[in-house]
């Protein structure tokens, strides 16, 4: 059974900074590819970045050239490291890995 816990979410202002992470388990989390994505209210889930267990990476073009995505297998995780941050990033982050979702982190940018 796969379980995925994100972290790292919070209230930043526009121009800030954060970093993301997920945890996996119940997975030999290196053999995945792993996603973020961002449900804002009101939207629907919008893919933000991926990583394919080779380790390329591929982005949503709203978050190209502020958001990198990385992995760290020995440690089971994904990173999202968002930098500056819009008001339009203000969302609940997900990270996804086979078909299971974790519980969600929100980021909330202020203007």
């Known amino acids: 059974q796969v379980q995925l816990v994100e972290s790292g979410g919070g209230l930043v202002q526009a121009g800030g900074s954060l970093r993301l992470s997920c945890t996996a388990s119940?997975?030999?989390?290196?053999?995945?590819?792993v996603g973020w994505f961002r449900q804002a209210p009101g939207k629907q889930r919008e893919f933000v970045a991926g990583i394919a267990s080779g380790g390329s990476t591929n982005y949503a073009d709203s978050v190209k050239g502020r958001f990198t995505i990385a992995r760290d297998n020995a440690k089971n995780t994904v990173y999202l490291q968002m930098n500056s941050l819009k008001p339009e990033d203000t969302a609940v982050y997900y990270c996804?890995?086979?078909?299971?979702w974790g519980q969600g982190t929100q980021v909330t940018v202020s203007s």
């Open positions: 996804g890995v086979s078909n299971s």
């Open positions: 119940g997975i030999i989390f290196r053999m995945y590819s």
